[in-house]
């Protein structure tokens, strides 16, 4: 009897020890969530000092309609466009390099190869990163072109990759190494039956 209730209050330890780090997680999203109906004198006024209340959710919807007003649901959209824009050009785009890599065989191919594993040292968002500051205005590209000819107003001549458009393209590429290892692995293991079946078919 004693050892089944120790056993019993080990459990009901590791149960209380669960609890507490569940509590200690949740609280400040529970905290951000009941915040966000409140303004911010009632806010800063129940947190210092400390007071329970700012625990409980408040009823003001105003807060809401402020971010509304501010332009959040015109970036909510802006944001779902280039997301799916992205994500669509990044899997045609990289898909058909899967398609080159897994299919042909030439020169160089190993090598390359290589250099997309490597990619995958570097974070997506660093890559697009570098885009975008390598064509902006006196970026790298606008330094390189001076070094090598001399000064002139080279930043009309250079593409840009910023706003909508540049996020879109920096995004998909940033993607590159994701979707064609995808890529590359499911055209590896596709039956050359299938392949010569749409060739004859003409679909090739």
Do not use: C, H
């Amino acid at each position: 009897m004693i050892t089944l209730i120790n056993k019993n209050w080990t459990i009901y330890a590791w149960y209380l020890i669960i609890v507490i780090g569940l509590i200690i997680t949740i609280a400040p999203f529970w905290w951000a969530l009941s915040s966000s109906f409140k303004d911010n004198v009632t806010i800063f006024a129940e947190v210092a000092p400390f007071s329970f209340w700012s625990m409980v959710p408040g009823t003001s919807l105003d807060p809401y309609y402020g971010i509304f007003q501010k332009g959040f649901g015109q970036a909510m959209i802006n944001t779902f466009f280039v997301s799916v824009v992205s994500v669509i050009g990044g899997i045609v785009i990289n898909s058909m390099a899967g398609f080159a890599f897994a299919q042909f065989r030439f020169k160089g191919d190993n090598i390359m190869f290589g250099f997309i594993l490597l990619s995958f040292a570097v974070p997506a968002y660093i890559y697009a990163y570098s885009l975008v500051a390598f064509f902006e205005n006196y970026g790298t590209a606008f330094t390189i072109l001076k070094s090598l000819f001399g000064d002139a107003n080279y930043n009309k001549s250079i593409p840009k990759f910023d706003g909508m458009f540049g996020a879109i393209i920096s995004i998909s590429f940033s993607l590159f190494a994701y979707v064609y290892i995808l890529a590359r692995a499911s055209f590896l293991y596709q039956s050359q039956n299938l392949i010569d079946l749409g060739k004859n078919l003409g679909f090739s």
